[in-house]
């Protein structure tokens, strides 16, 4: 049995997304430093960097989680859903609505948003330069 790592939740600096080893399936999506207009954090073991999570307030009621995952994540399973389940948690307590999207091609988001309490709404035709997303939601 693997020990649980506590992970360093630091606040964001323009450039950490240099720092991430993108995996394959995402290579295409992340081609900009999106992290750095909004309020986001870095998520490290030691000096690691093992994932980033941004949050944009869309409106009183609502806002959007984006998250990057390091190649090197799929070490830390149950540590990223701890994190991420208390994230939204806390977030909940602010919105009402936590949104968020993911390639439809993508398999492993997809199960890890739908894990986490989030429901498929609708697919957006054409959303990105990759193609089709869906929108998932999270609503109290």
Same mark, same amino acid.
């Given at each position: 049995?693997?020990?649980?790592? &506590?992970?360093?939740?630091?606040?964001?600096?323009?450039?950490?997304?240099?720092?991430?080893?993108?995996?394959?399936?995402?290579?295409?999506?992340?081609?900009?430093?999106?992290?750095?207009?909004?309020?986001?954090?870095?998520? #490290?073991?030691?000096?690691? +960097?093992?994932?980033?999570?941004?949050?944009?307030?869309?409106?009183?009621?609502?806002? @959007?989680? =984006?998250?990057?995952?390091?190649?090197?994540?799929?070490? #830390?399973?149950? @540590?990223?859903?701890?994190?991420?389940?208390?994230?939204?948690? #806390?977030?909940?307590?602010?919105?009402?609505?936590?949104?968020? +999207?993911?390639?439809?091609?993508?398999?492993?988001?997809?199960?890890?948003?739908? =894990?986490?309490?989030?429901?498929?709404?609708?697919?957006? &035709?054409?959303?990105?330069?990759?193609?089709?997303?869906?929108? #998932?939601? =999270?609503? &109290?």
């Amino acid at each position: 049995m693997t020990r649980f790592r &506590k992970l360093e939740q630091r606040r964001y600096v323009d450039g950490e997304i240099e720092r991430i080893h993108i995996r394959l399936e995402e290579r295409d999506v992340v081609l900009e430093d999106v992290f750095k207009n909004i309020d986001s954090y870095s998520y #490290y073991d030691g000096d690691k +960097i093992i994932g980033i999570v941004g949050i944009i307030k869309i409106n009183d009621n609502t806002c @959007e989680v =984006r998250t990057v995952l390091d190649e090197c994540s799929k070490h #830390y399973v149950r @540590e990223i859903y701890f994190y991420a389940f208390s994230l939204l948690n #806390y977030l909940q307590k602010r919105f009402v609505r936590i949104q968020a +999207i993911a390639m439809t091609n993508w398999p492993t988001a997809i199960h890890f948003l739908e =894990r986490l309490g989030f429901e498929r709404e609708g697919l957006m &035709k054409k959303f990105g330069p990759d193609g089709d997303y869906y929108l #998932y939601g =999270r609503v &109290k």
